[in-house]
């Protein structure tokens, strides 16, 4: 059986290392924690495997794809079509970018840093506007 803790002393508890205990401490920060969280959206099975889609079934997938093409059409009113299209066989990454429509902004660049949760500081980007004579290049 552990003893009692003693009773603060008159000069406070800071000289005498009466204070809380290491498992005070752990207890009430876990409890300040859990009632913190208790807030928080919870993420479904779907929504979570989602995010690792590599991990679904073809089912899954096929169910996921459904409920993402649902939730759209609610959203925006529209019919969506959602697609797992694979990528092309010994491409690792590609990406298109339809220049007739740049005005020169950068708004590309800048989604595209979003998107994929790039550095900000310093800046990495892997998209570059560059103005070229047309017999250059």
């Known amino acids: 059986m ?13 000289s005498s290392g009466c204070g809380p205990t290491r498992r005070d401490f752990l207890g009430a920060a876990t409890a ?9 959206d919870t993420l479904s099975r779907e929504e979570f495997l989602q995010r690792n889609f590599k991990e679904l079934s073809s089912d ?4 996921v794809i459904a409920r993402l093409e649902k939730e ?8 969506v079509k959602v ?3 694979p990528p092309i066989p010994g491409v690792i990454f ?6 007739s429509r740049c005005i020169g902004c950068r708004r ?3 989604a595209c840093v979003k998107e ?13 506007v560059l103005e070229m004579d047309k017999e250059e290049g």
């Open 108 to 110: 590309c660049v800048h």
């Open 94 to 99: 590609g990406y298109a970018l339809d220049l």
């Open 72 to 79: 759209y059409q609610a959203k925006y009113g529209k019919e």
């Open 116 to 128: 994929n949760n790039q550095s900000r500081d310093p800046e990495v980007q892997w998209i570059r």
């Open 83 to 85: 697609a797992d299209t």
């Open 2 to 14: 552990t003893d009692p803790k003693p009773a603060c002393p008159a000069g406070g508890c800071e």
């Open 60 to 63: 899954e997938v096929r169910s």
């Open 32 to 40: 300040t924690m859990a009632a913190a969280l208790t807030g928080c």
